[in-house]
């Protein structure tokens, strides 16, 4: 099993530019969730999704949108990328019931 | 929201020493607790998790310990060699869907 995959691994933006980062898992897991990590910081939750056609907001979604039409991917886009848009953003997933979350590697994103 | 708070951002330890990393967590409503261990350039990659019905749990040389009196966590990690190097995060989880991580502690292991 590849697990979470996350794409692109790096990305350089223009401010207003807007792009989708990609996340896909094979795991058959309901939940999937989306974290951005500021330098030195911990993770900051974007988005959530309990299942397919399911998503909710975390702590920080402005600025961001998801869709969640299949069970393995979650997908986030980021409509007009703003500086403070500039971070590392993780994907996870976890199967249903009480347990840990898987990650991706992340997707490096600098917005100049 | 919530908050999970780590008493020491950088620890620095002796290889073969034992190391304690803590974690300080405010809800006394959170039921299930996890340790991640992050290297660099990677996602968290899980070690070990802990619910609140108990005080203490063991894995393969690492040990998580729950006080619920004062709402502290820690991941005791015995033995430390160089590969345990990396930045250790405590996550608490309260509503069932949602997880609250901390800051984060660097380990470093001194050859």
């Known amino acids: 099993n590849a697990g979470v995959t996350q794409t692109p691994k790096f990305r350089i933006l223009k401010i207003g530019q807007s792009m989708t980062l990609q996340c896909t898992q094979d795991m058959n897991h309901n939940y999937m969730y989306w974290y951005r990590q500021d330098p030195g910081m911990g993770l900051k939750l974007i988005y959530y999704?309990?299942?397919?056609?399911?998503?909710d907001k975390g702590e920080v979604p402005n600025g961001y949108n998801v869709s969640r039409s299949t069970t393995e991917d979650f997908p986030l886009r980021l409509e007009l990328a703003a500086p403070s848009q500039t971070s590392v953003y993780f994907c996870?997933?976890?199967?249903?019931?009480?347990?840990?979350?898987?990650f991706g590697d992340g997707t490096r994103l600098s917005i100049l | 929201g919530e908050s999970v708070g780590l008493h020491l951002p950088t620890l620095s330890v002796q290889e073969g020493d034992n190391s304690i990393i803590n974690c300080a967590y405010s809800?006394?409503?959170?039921?299930?607790f996890i340790w991640y261990k992050q290297e660099s350039g990677k996602g968290p990659q899980f070690i070990i998790d802990?619910?609140?019905?108990?005080d203490k749990r063991q894995g393969q040389r690492v040990t998580v310990l729950l006080n619920k009196t004062v709402k502290h966590l820690s991941l005791q990690i015995a033995a430390t060699q160089p590969g345990d190097s990396a930045v250790y995060f405590c996550a608490e989880n309260i509503s069932g869907n949602q997880f609250y991580f901390g800051t984060g502690t660097s380990l470093t292991v001194i050859p």
């Open positions: 802990i619910r609140s019905n108990m």
């Open positions: 999704s309990v299942g397919a056609g399911i998503t």
């Open positions: 996870a997933s976890r199967p249903q019931g009480l347990g840990p979350q898987h």
């Open positions: 809800n006394s409503a959170s039921d299930y």
